[in-house]
């Protein structure tokens, strides 16, 4: 009551995203931003432990101070990280000074003890998969904002616990591959197309495109020179630079060129620079909010 618009859609938001599951999971409250040290350093741990307890009935929920004022206003929230239990509806315990994987789980066993929170046994496979659903969306996230290092352990924890899913072994690949550690991601995608239950997973295919794209990734010289090759004009020399740069992680620079290239000639070699763009699309991944912005880019150039 009494509430304006903006608010009201925040309180809806948190609703669905932490009391209704609340009601029978006990929620990990984060409270966090983007610009505090000591909450980049705690998200690993909560991460961790969450996907460890996640079929005991523990989910993590995350809220942004800054983009979520008057929820954090709420809670009183003077500063942070600041980390709530939430069990229906109520905070049932303040987690804040849990600062380490032992000290976290050692809080969360005290309470799973005294509130009837509902495990995710196996007859709750769709509670079980929505928690994965959420950690493979995280991993998405974090490796879209460019943190290809903690993406991958995100991916990987996910994977030791769900290593039938698709979208989970795909995520690995990609953000080991943008975090440089191609030989990883080679190993890591070999050992999900040995699972015959991802043997015909279109999500892989997208890790191997990243992985092709991947191959060979120049070191800065010669980057650098491939650019000022590219800068005679030549469409082969261009579209050279543009692998180039996808392959060395600027994948920016790498669209950039591309785009060009399209707009300058479509047609050029049977469409090569819109075929080789729409293979970047899908090694970072369709979802992607980069990919999304570019693909309006390129339909822009197309249909005007």
């Known amino acids: 009551m009494g509430l304006n618009l903006d608010e009201q859609k925040a309180v ?8 209704e599951p609340s009601m029978t999971k006990l929620v990990v409250l984060d409270f966090w931003a983007e610009w505090c040290g000591p909450c980049k350093a705690l998200t690993p741990v909560l991460e961790k432990v969450a996907a460890d307890y996640a079929d005991k009935g523990v989910v993590l929920a995350k809220v942004n101070v800054d983009e979520e004022q008057f929820i954090a206003s709420q809670f009183q929230v003077r500063s942070i990280p600041t980390v709530y239990a939430m069990f229906q509806g109520q905070p049932v315990a303040d987690l804040t000074n849990a600062r ?8 969360l066993d005290q309470l799973l003890s005294q509130l009837p929170v509902e495990p995710g046994a196996a007859g709750e496979q769709s509670d079980r998969q929505a928690d994965i659903a959420q950690f ?5 996230q974090v490796l879209a904002d460019g943190d290809a290092e903690r993406a991958a352990g995100i991916f990987m924890q996910v994977v030791d616990i769900a290593p039938d899913e698709g979208a989970a072994q795909a995520g690995l690949v990609r953000a080991l591959v943008e975090a440089g550690r191609v030989e990883e991601a080679q190993a890591a995608l070999a050992a999900a197309r040995s699972n015959p239950a991802l043997a015909d997973d279109p999500q892989l295919d997208a890790a191997q495109s990243a992985l092709d794209l991947a191959a060979n990734a120049p070191d800065e010289g010669e980057l650098a020179a491939l650019k000022s090759k590219a800068e005679g004009g030549a469409m082969e020399d261009r579209l050279a630079y543009a692998e180039a740069a996808f392959a060395g992680g600027k994948r920016g620079e790498a669209a950039d060129e591309l785009l060009a290239m399209i707009e300058a000639d479509n047609q050029w070699n049977e469409g090569a620079a819109r075929a080789k763009l729409l293979q970047i699309f899908e090694a970072v991944g369709l979802e992607d909010p980069w990919v999304v912005t570019t693909r309006r880019r390129l339909s822009r150039i197309l249909f005007g």
């Open 100 to 107: 380490s994987e032992s000290q976290l789980k050692q809080m």
């Open 12 to 19: 809806d938001r948190f609703r669905s995203d932490v009391v």
């Open 136 to 140: 493979v969306a995280m991993g998405e």
